[in-house]
């Protein structure tokens, strides 16, 4: 089985401030871990992915997450965030290379502030 | 090349009726995911097929829920005699081979009343 959990529902930044989006999965297996952004009234965009390769994972849009094993963590990160930024962001989780069946946290809602 | 396309955007039924969303999959694809968001909710797996097989139906409710991905035409999934709870929003996601990224459509917003 596996499972996500994403670390505060809603998260306020200032414009040109860190962005930092926490999530933890668990998984049976070595995990398939994804990021993707939601605008309102819109579909999913992958922001990245982890697949087992490299551990530092660059993305769309200045976006970047690193997988931690030890931590069970796959945490979103941008240095400066930009008002365009502003989406709900969803953690997602599968097991072994079927991208298809993930499981997804509840999401988390970046407001940046002007 | 176009992306996923669902339609309709938008479904306003009433209770009892019947709720035919459907999902063309990016060309090349043949590969089929659909998922339930509700309000304030993540993403829930429902089903996943290829062309006329069902692969994975664990996340369908058992009663009133089909999913369908015939050789030619769009992928439907079927709601019959709605109720209020089914109010969400459906996505469909399709991927080339099933182990590779796969691509939202702008989902089907579903309100019953």
Redesign the interface.
Same mark, same amino acid.
């Given at each position: 089985a596996q499972s996500?959990t994403q670390l505060g529902s809603h998260v306020s930044v200032s414009e040109g401030a860190l962005v930092l989006l926490r999530c933890n999965y668990s998984s049976s297996v070595p995990p398939y871990l994804f990021w993707?952004v939601q605008y309102p %009234?819109?579909?999913?965009?992958?922001l990245l &992915?982890y697949t087992s390769a490299a551990t530092l994972v660059k993305g769309i849009n200045g976006f970047e997450a690193e997988f931690k094993k030890s931590e069970t963590s796959f945490h979103l990160t941008k240095p400066s965030a930009h008002m365009s930024d502003a989406a709900e962001y +969803?953690c !997602?989780v599968s097991e072994g #290379? %079927? !991208?298809? &069946?993930? #499981? +997804?946290?509840?999401?988390t809602t970046l407001t940046v502030k002007p | 090349n176009a992306g996923v396309m669902q339609n309709p955007r938008h479904l306003v039924r009433r209770r009892g009726q019947e709720a035919r969303l459907r999902c063309s999959p990016m060309k090349g694809h043949s590969h089929v995911y659909w998922y339930r968001q509700l309000p304030e909710e993540g993403l829930k797996f429902m089903v996943y097929l290829q062309k006329e097989n069902i692969i994975d139906e664990s996340g369908m409710p058992k009663e009133r829920f089909s999913a369908e991905f015939p050789k030619e035409g769009p992928s439907i999934l079927r709601i019959q005699q709605v109720v209020r709870g089914d109010s969400a929003a459906y996505f469909c996601a399709s991927s080339p081979t099933g182990q590779e990224t796969q691509y939202f459509g702008p989902g089907t917003r579903l309100l019953v009343l």
């Open positions: 996500v993707y %009234n819109q579909g999913l965009q992958l &992915k +969803f !997602a #290379t %079927n !991208a298809g &069946k993930s #499981t +997804f946290g509840d999401g | -």
